[in-house]
């Protein structure tokens, strides 16, 4: 299974991006093949509106299954969910200390859209 | 007042806006067309604040019709769609996305319709969606005989973004009615909605108050006057409060005062009232045949 962090950098050691729409880059993992790659999400980052969505765009097309990160917009969470894709917390990590607690179930699923514009 | 005499034949279009919220918009723009239309003008009052609209409040109706206001938005047929990506790469708004399938966003959606002319399978087409309502009806000739106002009230549903489509439609429906006056009552700010209810008006009438807030967004509202090439003139509301001297900026900008209202609480009074200022201070009238008459001369000029 895939999973996508939010991350400052473009490191499994970066820390998790508290921001989704306009995350500075993805960390994209494979549970199954423990593969990692690195998006980055330069475009939307810059957008004038609707980051959240364009980014959920971004990582569904990656064919991710669940999302690590801050919190997500109301658009982000709706976009998310349209794909299928689960939301979890992972504020004041790192990307590889989020992944090892997803892999155990430790991490606190988004099951509602916070406020617009955090990021 | 001779004013009136040159309108024959001719119809005016007034917008009365402000950058600043709250500087007496409404106040100005519901006694200025009573006040028209009590000289026999025939005159029509279009509320375009419709996150907001009040007027209405001030001049009701009498038996009012109503039309709902709908923008396209497009709609996918998810059986004929091979979610190619050719409608979300056309998109220039970003509101088509492949999530799974091929999803519009309705709230980014601005109804241009190229998603529709460029899917290979037509899957898609274009649906009304319901953003508001524009109201419209004639105000009993007792409150602004003998010219009459009708009174048109545009409605944005609650949560909507699409304010300017609303304002446009509420000035539509007012071209229908066709009559010597338009005034356009304007939402504050100079954003996108404050521009759909001012461009193409003969004249802009800014109201302001004497503060700093109200300087600033006074420059900002003369700035944007003067980039849609409309005359400007300037209301005072609440002089003598405030202490902020607006004379010096607006001789500096060549724009004029078409009249100053005084901070006085008989007018707050009959404003909170619902009532006509018109009818609750003895001066009232002559502040508005004074911007009645600016906005005459300042038109005239203009041709």
């Known amino acids: 299974m895939k999973v996508a962090v939010s991350a400052l950098e473009p490191s ?21 093949t423990n593969e990692t790659e690195t998006i980055d999400n330069d475009v939307n980052r810059k957008a004038l ?48 200390e989020a992944l090892d607690a997803f892999r155990t179930d430790a991490l606190d699923e988004l099951t509602e859209a916070g406020e617009s514009h955090q990021g | 007042m001779a004013s ?8 005016l279009t007034i917008a009365v806006a402000s950058g600043k919220g709250g500087t007496g918009k409404t106040l100005v723009a519901t006694n200025l067309a009573v006040a028209i239309a009590r000289t026999g003008v025939p005159t029509t009052l279009v509320d375009c604040d419709v996150e907001a609209p009040n007027d209405a409040l001030f001049l009701p109706p009498d038996a009012p019709e109503t039309r709902e206001v709908t923008v396209p938005l497009a709609t996918v047929d998810q059986s004929a769609c091979t979610s190619c990506g050719a409608c979300r790469d056309a998109c220039a708004y ?38 508001g309502e524009v109201e419209w009806g004639s105000v009993p000739l007792g409150v602004a005989g003998p010219g009459g106002v009708k009174m048109v009230t545009g409605r944005l549903e609650i949560g909507d973004v699409k304010a300017t ?17 338009d005034i356009l009552d304007a939402p504050p700010g100079v954003a996108c909605s404050a521009v759909a209810a001012t461009h193409g008006a003969d004249m802009l009438v800014l109201v302001t108050e004497p503060t700093q807030f109200g300087l600033h967004d006074l420059d900002l509202a003369v700035r944007l006057g003067k980039e849609l090439r409309i ?15 607006l004379d010096a900026y607006l001789a500096g900008a060549g724009v004029p005062i078409l009249a100053r209202i005084p901070f006085d609480r008989s007018i707050a009074e009959a404003y909170a009232d619902g009532g006509l200022v018109l009818d609750a201070h003895p001066d009232a009238p002559g502040w508005f045949d004074a911007i009645w008459d600016g906005i005459a001369q300042m038109t005239v000029e203009a041709e």
């Open chain 1, 12 to 32: 499994i050691d970066s820390a998790v991006d508290e921001r989704f729409g306009r995350a500075m880059f993805f960390v994209v993992h494979d549970t199954e």
């Open chain 1, 49 to 96: 509106q609707a980051s959240g969505i364009a980014s959920a765009e971004l990582v569904a097309g990656a064919g991710v299954r669940a999302v690590i990160t801050g919190h997500l917009g109301p658009k982000a969470f709706s976009a998310l969910g349209l794909a299928g894709i689960k939301g979890y917390a992972g504020v004041g990590m790192t990307v590889r």
């Open chain 2, 4 to 11: 009136h005499d040159m309108l024959p034949g001719r119809r």
């Open chain 2, 94 to 131: 970003g509101a088509i996305r492949l999530l799974g399938g091929t999803v519009v966003f309705a709230e980014l959606c601005n109804g241009c319709g190229l998603c529709a002319t460029v899917c290979p399978t037509s899957a898609i087409s274009e649906a009304p969606r319901p953003v």
């Open chain 2, 165 to 181: 489509n609303v304002i446009r439609a509420a000035r539509r429906r007012a071209r229908v009615l066709s009559r010597s006056v």
């Open chain 2, 231 to 245: 005359p400007i003139g300037v209301v005072i509301n609440r002089d003598g409060a405030g202490g902020t001297d």
